[in-house]
């Protein structure tokens, strides 16, 4: 009798990857991993919406992973809450260390000479006293790869930041990393990518609506 093989669990899994919730500085402060800042009215609400919709998932994510912030945390609890599950917090999902740049109002630093490399070359750019975006990317990729591995052949949640998860959806798509800023993430949005092993695929980015379409296999 010839003996079958034991089937050999996928290494590679959805990562449903949410930006946190609209903070009262969102979109107009780079607050990076300062302490303290939680989120807005709206946000709590942007959350418990995109808990819903995470919710309504035929294949329900098995875990709820979430940057150590309070605004990402926040965001975190009410999907877990809809899932069943608890949030785990991961410091792979952390914001990018923005250095002393951290608190500055965005129309300062715009005014920056520095400011174009951010945006038309960041592979070349560190933050003065902090990360560089090649090195955030590396952490955010190597942190969803490992999450990834953890949950072969299923799906989970990670509530992280917007420079993180557009870093993460270029290496995903093969996408240079100067070119990362011409993706748009917005608060509470849904990106999904499948990641772990050798697989790299790009479902969805920035999604506001329903999930119910969204392919997980």
Not at 80 to 106: I, N, P
Not at 157 to 179: M, Q, R
Request: a positive charge; proline letters at 6%; hydrophobic letters at 45%.
């Amino acid at each position: 009798m010839t003996a079958v093989p034991a089937r050999r669990t996928p290494s590679h899994a959805v990562a449903l990857l949410v930006r946190h919730g609209r903070t009262p500085t969102t979109g107009a402060v780079l607050p990076g991993r300062a302490p303290g800042l939680h989120l807005a009215d709206d946000g709590r609400a942007q959350a418990e919406a995109t808990a819903a919709r995470i919710a309504t998932l035929k294949r329900p994510p098995s875990a709820v992973y979430a940057s150590p912030l309070e605004r990402a945390v926040e965001t975190a609890r009410p999907i877990a809450a809809a899932l069943g599950l608890r949030v785990r917090v991961e410091r792979g999902l952390l914001e990018c260390d923005f250095g002393s740049w951290t608190g500055q109002k965005l129309g300062t630093l715009r005014r920056k000479r520095e400011w174009k490399t951010v945006i038309s070359m960041p592979s070349a750019f560190r933050f003065p006293g902090g990360e560089s975006f090649a090195e955030m990317q590396v952490r955010m990729s190597s942190t969803l790869d490992r999450l990834a591995e953890r949950h072969g052949g299923g799906s989970f949640v990670a509530v992280s930041h917007a420079d993180p998860i557009k870093a993460a959806v270029a290496d995903t798509a093969g996408v240079p990393l100067d070119l990362f800023q011409r993706l748009v993430v917005g608060p509470c949005s849904v990106t999904a990518l499948v990641r772990g092993g050798e697989a790299r695929t790009v479902l969805c980015v920035n999604a506001l609506s329903s999930l119910a379409e969204l392919g997980l296999s």
